[in-house]
């Protein structure tokens, strides 16, 4: 706060504390004019979250009259004076909240200092009741309630707290870590953590309170927890509100901690109709591995591919990674990859793994893993004659462009079946 807004809060706050209510007086009439007093609080800064120490003073003005046409040059003391402070929304007494002061003569003041616990949730200017009783003339007596306008502003705290991780999956438990160091030169002692979302976006699994009996100067605590997101929670973010009370020594003090959460939704690519063309794959020879990604997440995925994470005796047959691009929550998408087999490769089933790459709501790179087995058989043996290679060839070319043609129909006709299913 600069020194600017602090003159200007001063001045609002020497405004603020002048509000009266008067509870009235009592003793046998006719009763005289009370003293003319006032109770005022010099402007200090009171700290969030802790403990402070308010100074409260009481002066006696000069009583203008003593009684109807008689004027008292002299004013009348106030004894037994006895102060109260009452609790309001965001503030409250630490300790009994009374004070007793005693006499105060006419033209005197008197200070005394009350305890008051300032919540972290409090505003810069919060109004709190002051209660105060006297009597004077030994007759009478007097009791009203003054109201007192404080400034409360945040402090820095021995005590840290944070949480991790700041991105959360809608629709699903996810697990946090709530961290807590302590950063003074000495122990603080009862920690009590409490955490909580709003209902609109989720709710806590499991307790959501812990205690720690003490924690040491410059240590460390862990708290693991768990939190469901909704579906529905909002787009951009929403707080984890964690507050810890503690004790430092004999002190109470409190941190409120809101962590913005920035909620993502859940994507699940679930690869379907997995067909290999030819079925079995001879030794040296192409082949195509087709399926179906059906999204059935949450939230769509961005710039997807597939990556054919090649085992030894295989390589790719044209590009790898085939781009497949943005897949939408609830819709499918065709895939479709094409790999040769090595003519030394050991007739035996192999293990394709195919890794699938894309981006979530967050533009953050995600992967998902599948794997395909295939059937490699040997080879069928060439009996041709001398004369008759340059025609083998002709006819492998032919073959390669039989392969990639049987492949597109397979994925024209999985793409047809899994949507046909997905309409059911």
Request: glycine share 8%.
């Amino acid at each position: 706060m600069n020194k600017t807004n602090v003159m200007m809060t001063f001045a609002l706050f020497a405004v603020l504390s002048t509000g009266i209510v008067y509870a009235g007086t009592n003793g046998p009439s006719p009763i005289p004019l009370p003293p003319n007093f006032q109770v005022t609080s010099q402007p200090i800064l009171l700290c969030k979250g802790q403990i402070n120490n308010i100074p409260i003073t009481v002066t006696n003005a000069k009583t203008n009259y003593l009684g109807v046409g008689t004027q008292n040059l002299t004013g009348t003391a106030m004894q037994g004076v006895t102060l109260s402070l009452g609790s309001s929304r965001y503030l409250a007494s630490a300790g009994n909240g009374t004070a007793y002061i005693g006499s105060i003569p006419s033209l005197g003041s008197a200070t005394i200092y009350l305890h008051v616990f300032v919540n972290q949730s409090a505003p810069l200017i919060n109004t709190v009741p002051v209660s105060i009783s006297y009597y004077y003339l030994q007759l009478y007596s007097d009791s009203e309630v003054r109201n007192l306008s404080l400034i409360a502003v945040q402090c820095p705290s021995q005590l840290t707290v944070n949480m991790t991780p700041k991105t959360l999956t809608s629709g699903e438990i996810q697990n946090i870590t709530i961290r807590l160091k302590n950063n003074g030169n000495s122990s603080i002692s009862n920690i009590n953590v409490h955490w909580s979302l709003p209902p609109i976006d989720g709710a806590v699994v499991g307790s959501q309170e812990y205690n720690i009996k003490a924690l040491g100067p410059g240590n460390e605590s862990k708290i693991n927890a768990s939190v469901f997101v909704s579906r529905n929670a909002s787009i951009e973010s929403f707080p984890v509100n964690i507050t810890a009370t503690f004790y430092s020594g004999s002190d109470l003090e409190q941190v409120l901690n809101s962590t913005s959460i920035i909620p993502t939704g859940a994507i699940n690519l679930l690869p379907s109709g997995i067909t290999l063309s030819p079925s079995t794959v001879p030794q040296g020879s192409i082949f195509s591995i087709s399926f179906v990604l059906t999204d059935i997440g949450t939230s769509g995925a961005s710039a997807a591919s597939a990556y054919v994470l090649m085992p030894k005796g295989f390589s790719s047959y044209g590009t790898n990674p085939v781009y497949i691009g943005d897949i939408g929550a609830d819709t499918q998408s065709p895939v479709t990859v094409t790999l040769i087999s090595s003519s030394n490769l050991k007739p035996g089933t192999y293990n394709i793994p195919i890794r699938i790459n894309y981006l979530n709501g967050l533009r953050q790179n995600q992967t998902s893993m599948m794997n395909v087995s295939v059937n490699i058989t040997q080879a069928a043996l060439n009996t041709s004659t001398s004369g008759q290679p340059r025609q083998a060839k002709s006819s492998g070319s032919g073959l390669i462009a039989l392969i990639l043609f049987v492949a597109l129909v397979v994925v024209a006709w999985l793409y047809y079946r899994e949507r046909k299913r997905s309409r059911k």
